[in-house]
């Protein structure tokens, strides 16, 4: 009857219930490692706003404590790894992932599968191999990527084995999730669009091909959702990877967007976040249409062109999902 909606990051820091419950558990690892919390924080937008979708509040790097790598968040900084991976043998120490290590997330989408009953979508997801690389080899956040693109260029065959030992276990990951109630899995290379295209064939595609690949041999109805931040330039190479639907960042328009990719992959996207700060009703309610009509005729799922920004007022968010219904 209508385009489903659901926001990246919807979840969180823009929440005030969130932010009241940050002050009794101040680490971010223990509200995203520890079920009940993750159930809460999940399930705070969709009491609020009632979206279609509810994703699971984790983070891209919470499978790396089941692959031995020692990482923690620090607070106004971001992730940092204790021992960023720059030799064979630092590459060598990141394990397969031990699944058995995740247990609050198979339970804490078990969960939300009961609480939701099927009235919105349970989505979870993962980070793509090169994005998760990215932090490995910084070592946390970064601005220009310059050690992994020295990587790429002086030392490609130990960057491929970093991404093909993260490539194997983030299938197992999706895998896992969908057993555990996953009804969507959204691949999150957020940072693959600072590659050149020639690097994203290299470096990026084989790795997220792989993932569905192998995905679809145990699970070929679960829908897979590929995002990528600034990737204006690689749209016509993202159905390639075999991906449902592509999530659209905010600089591409949906027109532009679905005359370059084909109709054979959905859509999802793409209102700009900043819209939702300084945008009226008026404009919030004109925009979401605008993209509604442009998708019209093909599938597509309304959402951001990245997450919800921290200091989003919440009484946006409503008018964003009131728009859409």
Known sequence: ERTPAWMMRQAGRYMRCYQDLCKRHTSFRERSETTDLVVEISLQPYRAFRPDGVILFSDI???????????????????????????????????????????????????????????????????????LATYLVEGGTSRNYTVIKEMALKNPQL??????????????????????????????????????????????????????????????????????AGSAGLIERLPLTGVDIVSLDQHVDVSDARRRMGMDVGIQGNLDPAVLISGSQQDIEERVDAICKKAEGTRHILNLGHGVLPQTPEEKVGMFFDATK
């Open 61 to 131: 790097l919470t499978p790396l404590q089941g692959m031995g790598v020692d990482f923690d968040f620090k607070p106004q900084v971001g992730p940092l790894i204790a021992r960023p991976v720059r030799s064979l043998e630092d590459v060598e120490l990141v394990r397969p992932l031990d699944l058995e290590a995740m247990g609050f997330v198979s339970e804490s989408l078990g969960l939300l599968r009961q609480e939701l009953r099927d009235e919105a979508t349970l989505l979870g997801f993962v980070g793509a191999p090169y994005t």
């Open 159 to 228: 960057l491929h084995g970093l991404l093909q030992s993260l490539a194997d276990s983030m299938a197992d990951y999706v895998r896992y999730q969908a057993d555990a109630g996953a009804q969507v899995v959204q691949l999150f290379d957020s940072w693959a669009g600072t590659l050149t295209p020639r690097d994203f064939d290299v470096f990026s595609a084989p790795y997220l091909k792989h993932i569905v690949t192998e995905v679809k041999k145990t699970h070929p109805d679960l829908p897979l959702i590929l995002y990528i």
